[in-house]
């Protein structure tokens, strides 16, 4: 993954991608961090902040019912979508012909699992490593 980073390359053909994970993993990935998040929520208050809005109009969820929230769902994706990602594919280069994600531009719900959409780039061995594949 090259998250958010301009490709350095020349020539680089973005492609789009679209993901759908299973929604109880990513309940189980949130769980892990969920205590530690809403209690910095709860702690440092961020009144403009949309993902603590939607947790506090909630009253603190667990990840499972905030996952259902039609508000809360996509701003909690936005927010653990590289970690879902990277925990789901793993962050070093391809075994063989693969893709290298560089961006998050969708979150949402597809039914119960998780909706993750962006651009990436085909992985292709002659390209320049620097930043780009590792």
Known sequence: MNFNQPWRTPGITEVRYEVILPGQY????LERDW?????????????????????????????????????????ILAFFAHELLLRWFDDGLPAGPGFVL?????????DTDVYLAGHARPHDPRVSYVYQDV
């Open 35 to 75: 205590a530690g998040l809403v209690s910095d929520y709860q702690r440092f208050t961020a009144p403009d902040d949309p993902l603590d809005q939607a947790l506090r109009a909630l009253e603190w969820p667990e990840p499972a019912r905030a996952l259902v929230d039609p508000v809360a769902a996509p701003r």
């Open 102 to 110: 560089n961006s998050v531009e969708e979150t949402g719900m597809a």
């Open 26 to 29: 990513a309940v189980a990935l």
